[in-house]
Nanobody, 122 residues
């Protein structure tokens, strides 16, 4: 199970940190990802951190502004979001990929959190 939190309302240029805590599996062996879905749009990849080696990946739209990290001791993955823009407004979902085959593909992920709303005002 995945439990995401940390969303909220922030002005453009502000920051938020999302957290996602996992339970029920060996967290350290999971590739963890963040996706987001804006109203009327498809759910899109935001960022991922690979369980093996800790390599990180980002969508071009967030590169340089968002940072993903994980704390295996706490079974938690974080998404630090800086320099937020109104176009970052969406429901953000964390997800876990057991096999770690394709971190950017939504269908590769096996488990999903409930989503947390991020709203960025202009």
């Amino acid at each position: 199970q995945l439990q995401a939190c940390g969303g909220g309302l922030v002005q453009a240029g502000g920051s938020l940190r999302l957290s996602c805590t996992a339970s029920g599996r060996t967290f350290s062996r999971l590739t963890m990802g963040w996706f987001r879905q804006a109203p009327g749009k498809e759910r899109e990849f935001v960022s991922a951190i690979i369980w093996s080696g800790g390599m990180t990946h980002y969508a071009d739209s967030v590169k340089g502004r968002f940072t993903i990290s994980r704390d295996n001791a706490k079974n938690t993955v974080y998404l630090q979001m800086n320099s937020l823009k109104p176009e970052d407004t969406a429901v953000y979902y964390c997800a876990a990929d057991v096999q770690g085959l394709d971190y950017a593909t939504r269908t590769s992920y096996d488990y999903w959190g409930q989503g947390t709303q991020v709203t960025v005002s202009s």
